[in-house]
């Protein structure tokens, strides 16, 4: 198996087969400065890639592979892992010491503090017996907007997750800037099914989700500490976040309608839209929408754009944001892209989707 | 045109082409205790209901009339109007002084205040030339469970909106008993399409809703006066909601999720479970959850219930409460017979459906 | 565990949990004239029937047993079994024996000839070493509208499949008069993910199904054999068909397009109208619409009804018949409802919609 | 308003704010080779291209502008016409004598014979009063794979249908070759919602449409006519087909189930996949699907693709073809862009998505 493009960055995709696999290969295989080097999939492992996917066609053909470590090191400059938490540090510090650079798209890197990794994840913490304290260290949250800088230098890259990365868009930018309080901040997210995986659950199935819409990991959803954590280094002191995740009868997209107050209770939505414009600057994956146009997740569906809105409540000073994303692309997958690009000393942009197909 | 059963209400049905006139013809047309005996539908009038509606197939086939006020007089006891708002309050006034006893589907009678609801609904106002200050007085807001009394001998009640009875069924208790702060309460709530109506809006079409959920009338919808007037009245001060809607790409129901502060932090959710389990108390239709199970809006679909669940996160005294009905039932229709059957005099379950056939 | 009103039919329901299951334990625990005597289910055995679905809930709650043939035996007087193809039929000779009227969801007894069974469902025979020929034999197959007869006699109803019931809904009436060519007929059937059970599949999740329609089974489908076989039996001959079934993304119901050359090609769409009036006349679930309107499987929904439309190709006579039905009312546990009625000699209509909650 | 890249083929829309004209201004936006070099659309006329459409967001904005033949000539090589029925017809003429190329995505030349036309289009030739019988005798059918040579030179393309393009696919293999019987074709078609198209219809909404499917134009649609005059000119006699299309709750694509006899009724499904195989080879849009796999629309949704898949029932003869692609890009506006590389000389494949973003 060899990379068909010369000079091209060599990657593999380990777990190829659930859905940020899929978005990982449809992007890899399309981008004109990246390869696919290895496949990794148990489920799949032996199949040839085209035969088991004929929805994702690649032009040179794949077997899937188990995972070697050695192999993949051989082939590869580059990993991205998309595997369950818990797994992805077992395969990581072998993959830097033969010094791939690692692209991780489960939480096991996401908190600097493993101590914090096994209180969030604690059942995972049982099994997997980490001692990676230095890693965790090390590591650089993928939010590529915002970490750009230090992307660009790291050789793992936590990605974020797609809640995460939804909110904290609108937050951060109010954070750091000291422009809402960080009392008493809600994030009320919704999120199509695709979020929960590509194995089988009987509260994923049509039957069950469709024509409904529920909550879910009231008070306590491992999210809310993976977002306290990045929104207090932003803050600058400790924020606590109320997020409530909902469950809607859609494939794809998350919608984070985020209610805080204004510092400045004199600030219009105007204002505020401008304090985003000008936080994301020639940013060209976030869009600020002109006030009074509220964004569907629709509209940002196979890209990986960001499109915001906010509104301030002029009765109690209350500011309204809306965030979308793709939870696959901008919130998976299209991100670890975008931070490959970064790491490859590329333009962000390339090989990543800016409009979508309406309807 | 005679009812078929004696000693039944006799119930004309203005507006019946609309998807609240669908529900109302249905349950009465299967009501053991009321009969149709009017039936006005601009759209549809001088056709044959059955023809024009085989899925609701009624006994006794009736022709879709125009609206004339002394036919209807002459054969009804009760008119239920599902009239766009500004146009229920030009026939009120008529079918009152004939005695009929009238439960309006529309907004016009939920305020007490006419200037206010001319404030709100500013536009109908001004084609309407509205001068009936004493009935807004007289109505009876018609949240069956709030206000059972009065609804049992008023003449003319003002159902209230899907959202209000959505989360002021949650936030009733609460603030009635002083619980929860007044400041700062948020109501995030989802909706189906169907609250936007029967009449052909390309923003409803499933090509654009499908796939999508997006926020809309973000700060300033006009449910938002609606449910502070009742909240302030239960409250015994003036309560300030923030309230945003959402459209969910379903077909019914609504889900309210509502953050407020506990007066109290060290109260548990068991604590507010058993809170609302005592306010609602023998309410049939009210439905309290078990701390930890999270209602879906498809655990209500096609009944009148109310599902209520409640958590706290105690690391900041909040509560989340979480409602779900059906739109067209407990949110419209099914309220409306609901207080027909108690100003009738009847148990206020008989018609009304409260299991779903799942899935 | 006592039945709560006297003089009614003690019924129990064998397999609860499943989608088969839940419109069972709805259907009698609201019928005026049958109550639940026993519920059985794997997966829930041993919890209280309210707290596992909070959806249904049974007035007189009941605790999910383990299948205990002589406790079932002392306290009913029917069993439905929704069980498992060749599951069913290890228990039926047990409940026979215990002079149980039995009523049975599966295939097991759909094929008066074991032989045929066995070929058709030739993995579950592998396991189930049946021996019961008289039971095949005896079996009534429990088309309510074609069978009511027999049906009335019975102490074992074989519950015809879902799509069967929506295909020989219209090919009986015309296969019985030799008004159609018994060559060529085509069944193209659709169906929503309901009929896939409840069971967790990565193919009835939503992120797969939902925005998608595919063909599965072509040629060779189960159901096929069925089909064949009772059309055989009112043709007077063998008959073929083609069958395809497809999954279409909703929750609930069947369209069947069926495509047949009329032997007298003089036949307009009107004459067969008649034709199917005629057949169909006082059959209260079967409603055949005007020419020119055709049904959506909406409008059957949460129903037990059967919706009918013809047309004919005057071109090259071909006649097209479309015939939609709710899967798991008519096309499951209502027509077991149906004939239950029947066979306790009640009305057929008892506790089963005719209406649907439109939209 | 001047093109921003040099020698690039420059393509007015008339039509933009439709679904298809969606596509267009995605794709051609996009597209390494052509630029738009005028949009046109009544409903948006004199707004923003990208405040308007957000979810789209071109490069160089672009203000929407009325129909101007002048204006458009002046900056345009191509015209693509995305206007009713009845209208494109009203500018093609004009467009042409200024010696501009036109891809007409409307039924106007989809016949040879403009009698033909009124015929099967008589509403619409009641107000048009068309007299470009040399039109339409000049124009070729625009499905690029079977008439790519005729395209290549034509100034006047008439882009297919969605419903002929999905079905002729499968049928033209076959016929040409005399493999099947042209009598008693059948193909019972599936689509989604977008091809009704964006204009506001109540039988569109979420509402009515979501969890149901139901025919329609059942007997004599117009695209019958259409397909039967491709199919009979491939088969060198007189096709008859029996079509019958439905409507499906998802946005976008289409199946279609087709059902033939066999002329000689030993081949078997692997026969006919090679058949396809060699008559579409080296064809990059269209993919044969090995047997036992069957294609759904979500496969191809937002690609040009065709996935075709293939049954033989051995017990009669009869071939089952199952052909899937995207109505709006294969169907419609995708598969004018393919026709547009043609005319232009490029490689047929640029600028048009091959792989689908799963799920």
Redesign the interface.
């Known amino acids: 198996m060899a990379l068909s493009k010369t000079d091209v960055g060599r990657v593999a995709i380990i777990g190829a087969s659930g ?1 940020g696999g ?2 990982l290969v ?1 992007l890899i ?2 981008h004109p400065q990246f390869g696919i080097s290895y496949l990794a999939g148990e489920r799949s492992a032996g199949k040839s890639w085209n ?1 088991s ?5 690649i032009n040179a053909d794949i077997k899937i592979d188990t995972i070697n470590v050695d192999q993949i090191a051989k082939v590869s400059d580059y990993a991205i892992l998309s595997l369950p938490n818990g797994l992805a540090s077992q395969l990581t510090p072998l993959l830097i010491e033969k010094e791939i650079r690692v692209i991780d798209l489960s939480a096991d890197y996401r908190f600097r503090s493993l101590e914090k990794w096994k209180e969030v994840y604690s059942a995972e913490a049982l099994n997997s017996q980490r001692k990676d304290y230095d890693l965790c260290q090390e590591a650089v949250y993928g939010f590529s907007e915002e970490f750009k800088n230090e992307i660009s230098k790291s050789r793992l890259i936590a990605c974020p997750g797609c809640y995460p990365t939804s909110c904290l868009s609108v937050l951060i930018p109010f954070l750091k800037q000291g422009l809402i309080e960080s009392e ?1 901040i ?1 994030v ?1 997210a ?1 999120s ?3 979020g ?1 995986g ?5 509260e ?13 990991g ?3 959803h491992r999210h809310t500490a993976e977002i306290e954590s990045i929104a207090s280094q932003f803050a600058g002191h400790e924020v ?1 976040i ?1 997020f ?1 995740p ?1 469950l ?6 998350i ?1 984070s ?1 985020v ?1 805080a ?1 204004l510092r400045d209770p004199g600030l219009t939505a105007e204002d505020c839209k401008i304090v985003l414009e000008a936080f994301y600057k020639n940013q060209s994956f976030i ?1 600020i ?2 006030v009074g ?10 890209t990986n754009k960001i ?1 915001i ?1 906010v ?3 002029q ?2 000073g ?1 500011i ?1 944001l ?1 965030s ?1 994303i793709d939870n ?2 901008k919130g998976q997958a299209g991100q670890a892209i975008q931070n490959l690009n970064i790491m490859h000393g590329l333009d962000q942009d390339i090989g990543l989707p ?6």
């Open positions: 859905y899929l978005q449809k295989s399309e035969f996917n004929p929805f994702i066609e008493g809600i009320d919704k199509g099914t695709s929960g590509r194995n089988p659950k009987v994923l199935s049509l039957s069950e989700c469709s024509e409904s819409i529920k909550p879910y009231v008070v306590g606590n109320q409530t909902h809607v009868p859609m494939v794809r997209g919608l309608t209610y107050r869009k929408l002109p146009i509220y964004p569907a997740t629709k509209w940002v569906k196979n499109m809105s509104e301030v409540d009765r109690n209350r309204v809306m979308v696959l692309l800016k409009n979508t197909f309406y309807p």
